[in-house]
């Protein structure tokens, strides 16, 4: 459904995506997951026609994103990094106005944004003014606000961050609910747990580059499904990755010093790689 091809994003001489290619299915839930600065935000930009490549190109629906191609941009939506809610207006005032962004009128629109209401829960407060929301409230609301044109794809970067841990909750149930009524959901994330929770395939992105892409499941049995974390006699904490439990028991009888012995993670799969931490 989406095809990156060999797509590289200069910022003058710094290259923020370098030379990346993808393939991301119908029906997916894909997850780009790497720290601050890794081109996340750079690629989903170019992914919504909001930035050009430099190089290469980024392929929809078999048609060639741009910035003007409206038949793409009307199957698309993004929920932006930023809070993008118009704050003096109301939850259900919120919706309409981006209803009518998408030229949705009459019977359609209110039908549109009733659906909407009732699928997020905010019915009961539909007319509380979204300033007054909490930050996590606000950023439940720009998700709804995301499907009003009913999207077959839908972006969305870093959509839970500052978010305490019982609404980022909250919004996982809604994007799972969302991809399991089929929609493809592309997010970027330097959550560990939202991630390995919530998506099906995940890039590990770092330097403007995809260095590795698979199931949360393959990435971790690769590295080693068991993780001895011990400290060295120069107080450094070293890591090991097992295939088998009794591998790694076998291991940890050597150690005198302190250690855990752990399932690993996806921050261990990124680590071994980069020797860097995506948090
Ligand atoms: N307009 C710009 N001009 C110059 N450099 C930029 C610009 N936008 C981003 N960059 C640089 O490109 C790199 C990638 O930035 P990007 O925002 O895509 O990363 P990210 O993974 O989304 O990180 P974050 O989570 O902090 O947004 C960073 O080094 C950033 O400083």
């Known amino acids: 459904m989406i095809e990156i091809k060999d797509v590289t994003k200069k910022y003058g001489d710094f290259t923020a995506i370098d030379h990346l290619n993808l393939s991301i299915e119908k029906g997916s839930f894909f997850g780009l997951l790497g720290p601050n600065g890794a081109g996340k935000t750079t690629l989903i930009k170019m992914l919504v026609g909001l930035l050009k490549p430099s190089s290469g190109n980024i392929i929809i629906k078999k048609q060639k994103m741009s910035r003007d191609n409206t038949f793409l941009k009307n199957k698309i939506s993004i929920v932006p990094q930023h809070i993008n809610l118009d704050k003096e207006l109301s939850i259900k005032e919120n919706l309409i106005f981006s209803a009518k962004l998408y030229k949705i009128k009459g019977k359609e629109q209110e039908k549109r944004v009733e659906e909407l209401l009732q699928f997020s829960e905010f019915k009961a407060i539909e007319n509380k003014l979204s300033k007054k929301l909490s930050g996590g409230m606000q950023r439940k609301l720009m998700i709804v606000k995301a499907l009003v044109n009913n999207p077959e794809i839908i972006f969305l970067d870093e959509p839970t961050v500052g978010i305490d841990v019982n609404n ?44 590795y892409c698979d199931t949360s499941d393959h990435l971790k049995n690769n590295l080693g499904k068991f993780t001895v974390e011990h400290f060295n006699k120069n ?45």
């Open 168 to 211: 980022r909750r909250k919004i996982w149930n809604m994007l799972k609910i969302m991809n399991d009524m089929g929609k493809t959901i592309i997010l970027t994330t330097h959550y560990i747990e939202e991630a390995e929770y919530l998506c099906d395939k995940i890039g590990l992105m770092d330097n403007g580059k995809i260095f």
């Open 235 to 279: 107080k450094i904490t070293e890591y090991k990755y097992f295939h088998t439990i009794e591998e790694a028991k076998k291991y940890v009888n050597t150690l005198s010093d302190h250690y855990i012995l752990r399932n690993t993670n996806l921050e261990d799969v990124f680590y071994n790689f980069t020797n860097r931490k995506v948090q």
